[in-house]
């Protein structure tokens, strides 16, 4: 799986919890935030940078509307750190970029 897929698997989740946390949907996404995800999904295809893509908020190029990633700065605020309870193994990869440490 390439950096734009894992990003994409990333902020798909985050947007989940999010909605299931703010929105108290169980399941399917409400309409709001599935039209958020699909935007983010839509912008990480589009990412000139591609595989050698780094973090949105250190990128020199801001591709999301300002609306967008107002939503998206919310949603990652709140998601971010509950991401250590509901999807650790996700966030620790997040967190070293896909390199794993092994502790001998």
């Known amino acids: 799986m390439g950096k734009i897929e894992k990003e994409k698997r990333i902020v798909g989740r985050m947007i989940h919890l999010y909605c299931q946390k703010k929105h108290h949907t169980v399941g399917n996404l409400c309409r709001d935030c599935e039209t ?14 591609k595989e050698l893509k780094t973090t949105c908020k250190a ?25 250590l309870l509901y999807y650790p193994l996700d966030l620790l990869k997040h967190f ?3 390199h794993w440490i092994i502790l001998l």
């Open 36 to 49: 958020l995800k699909k935007y983010a999904c839509e912008r990480l295809s589009a990412c000139q940078f």
């Open 59 to 83: 990128c020199s190029v801001h591709c999301y509307q300002k609306d967008k990633r107002n939503d998206i700065r919310r949603v990652m605020k709140f998601s971010g750190p509950r991401m």
């Open 96 to 98: 070293l970029g896909g």
